[in-house]
């Protein structure tokens, strides 16, 4: 909990500009994940498949 109010105080208290930057980073963020989640999709799906199959 301390650790989330340090962030948040640090969001609060940064500029402009480091805000875009850190909204930027969050966004390569989601792009990348969704970019791998993508591409290893069909190969999640047949490991849950199998998982779901064997209980």
Do not use: N, P, W
């Amino acid at each position: 909990m301390h650790f989330l109010r340090r962030t948040m105080v640090k969001f609060h208290s940064a500029e402009g500009a480091t805000l875009i930057e850190i909204a930027l980073y969050i966004a390569l963020v989601v792009i990348v994940c969704i970019a791998v989640i993508t591409a290893l999709g069909g190969k999640l799906q047949a490991v849950f498949r199998s998982i779901v199959d064997s209980l």
